[in-house]
């Protein structure tokens, strides 16, 4: 018992100790913060606040000989530390929408007008939307509460009905941004383009609907150029289709190569009839519930023969109308027999190229119902229009012309085209080649014919030698057309045996 009390009691007294020294402590703060003049702060407030104190002590105690100057620069120091902001002011924009084209005024409804503070090139400013109305005339007036400059970034209309297709200062040029301020107010032409939608199906001459109809819907654009926008879609399974896209009138379309084609509607399927539609065809009606129905078409049945009467077998024949989206094309069988299917009625040209004989078909010939019994003759080609084809470095190329031009879709720059890709064109790194590509460039000049294309090749991979001699690669440009109009960019690697072949073909077409 006494062990335990004497604990108890040596506790209690460590605490009545610890007690008194924190009483002590907080009377001494107490003491502290009371004994300063009224109104001044307390040490723990007056280090906290130890910056400011000092700037305003300056400024308000200084002395009074101190010259005005001195005086000046003492008073503004708090200004400079202060950023006033421009107070707003009222910046006048007006404008007009107009179709694209034909600069006819056009009442879009509301629109959007988005703005950003700060001068044009505006990359990250915080954009501001505003909308607006136009009035019948497609005109429309705005006041925008902004300080200084602002830039407009992007106006269009909310009616899906509309699409912008240009705005910029009236007098000026076409842009993306322009710039209004309350000493310089906007006015801007918004150019607008009209929009389509349109729904329906796909049947056969039964009435079934049809599945995977390829349909394209292009329209030139309005601008001079042969420039297009268009949109593709493909037919459900059960023959549905949804078309959106412009709707530019043939008066709008300035280039008038581009006119006569203007908003045309292609509808495609492997056994049927090509069909062609001009939007402005469409009764307004039936833009939601429009019935497309496809044609098996017509046909022609054929054989090709040479001018002594033999038959040419398995060599592609072709039936071209002035609009490729009809082309159709058959294959001769071992008899030289053919038939083309899913032709359409009107003029056409039945052709044929047979390569390795220098040979070539052509028929003109007007279509209104099936035809059977067809002969196709291939004549030799006239010396000078083709010189035969020239193994190079196993790929078979013939200078172009018009008959292969034709044949393959190719543009005039195509000046060589290959008629025979090779087994083992791989291996040049260059992708794949097909049948009927051209070559248009070696490095960077366009190429004249098969011989200019070899020496230019020679002379590439000399220069890139100097440059890079552990692997020397040469530039090479071809093109294509049919389906798939375009250019791919590669370049040639070459084994020193493609470079003894390449000489040894050089010297033979000199």
């Keep these: 018992m006494t062990t335990e009390r004497r604990k108890t009691s040596g506790l209690a007294l460590a605490l009545a100790v610890l007690a008194g020294l924190l009483g002590w402590f907080l009377l001494r703060q107490s003491e502290e913060d009371t004994a300063h003049a009224p109104g001044e702060k307390s040490r723990k407030t ?94 429309f007036v705005a006041e925008i509460e902004a300080p200084g400059v602002i830039t407009v970034s992007g106006i269009w209309p909310k009616d899906g009905q509309w699409r912008s297709h240009a705005w910029y200062l009236e007098g000026g040029e076409g842009g993306d941004q322009v710039t209004a301020s309350p000493d310089e107010p906007a006015r801007i032409v918004v150019e607008v383009t009209a929009m389509i939608q349109l729904k329906g199906v796909v049947v056969d001459p039964e009435g079934q609907p049809l599945a995977d109809v390829h349909i394209n819907y292009s329209v030139p654009h309005a601008n001079g150029s042969k420039t297009w926008a268009g949109y593709m879609t493909t037919a459900s399974d059960n023959g549905a289709f949804t078309i959106m896209g412009m709707l530019a009138h043939p008066e709008a379309v300035l280039d008038k190569d581009a006119a006569p084609v203007a908003s045309l509607i292609r509808f495609q399927r492997d056994g049927f009839t090509a069909l062609a539609v001009n939007v402005h065809d469409v009764d307004e009606a039936d833009r939601d519930r429009w019935r497309v129905v496809l044609s098996r078409g017509l046909s022609i049945e054929g054989i090709l023969v040479d001018d002594t009467g033999r038959t040419i077998p398995n060599i592609d024949v072709e039936a071209v109308y002035d609009d490729p989206t009809k082309r159709r094309t058959g294959k001769t069988d071992e008899n030289g027999v053919f038939m083309i299917a899913a032709l359409s009625e009107g003029s056409l040209t039945l052709r044929a190229l047979v390569l390795d004989q220098d040979l070539e078909a052509r028929k003109p010939m007007t279509l209104t119902s099936s035809a059977t019994g067809v002969e196709l003759l291939a004549a030799p080609i006239p010396p000078g229009e083709w010189g035969g084809p020239v193994p190079v470095m196993g790929i078979r190329l013939v200078d172009a012309s018009e008959a292969l031009r034709k044949k393959y879709d190719l543009p005039q720059h195509a000046a060589v085209v290959v008629v025979d890709p090779g087994a083992n064109h791989m291996r040049l790194g260059i992708g794949t080649l097909r049948e009927g590509y051209g070559i248009w460039k070696i490095g960077d000049e366009a190429v004249k014919g098969v011989k200019h294309t070899v020496e230019r090749i020679l002379s590439e991979h000399a220069k890139a030698k100097k440059v890079n001699p552990r692997f020397p690669t040469v530039r090479i440009v071809y093109v294509y057309g049919g389906k798939a109009v375009g250019s791919n960019t590669q370049h040639l690697v070459l084994s020193p045996a493609d470079i003894a072949s390449l000489e040894r073909t050089a010297t033979a077409l000199r």
């Design 46 to 139: 007056a280090k906290a606040d130890a910056q400011p104190a000092r700037l305003e002590g300056r400024a308000s105690t200084q002395p009074a000989g101190e010259s005005q100057v001195g005086k000046a620069e003492i008073e503004s120091a708090p200004s400079a530390r202060t950023d006033e902001k421009e107070p707003p002011s009222a910046i006048a924009i007006e404008g007009i929408f107009q179709r694209v084209g034909t600069r006819t005024p056009v009442d879009v409804g509301r629109f959007i007008l988005r703005w950003s503070q700060g001068e044009a090139p505006i990359r990250r400013a915080k954009p501001n939307d505003v909308e607006l109305t136009t009035d019948r005339e497609g005109a």
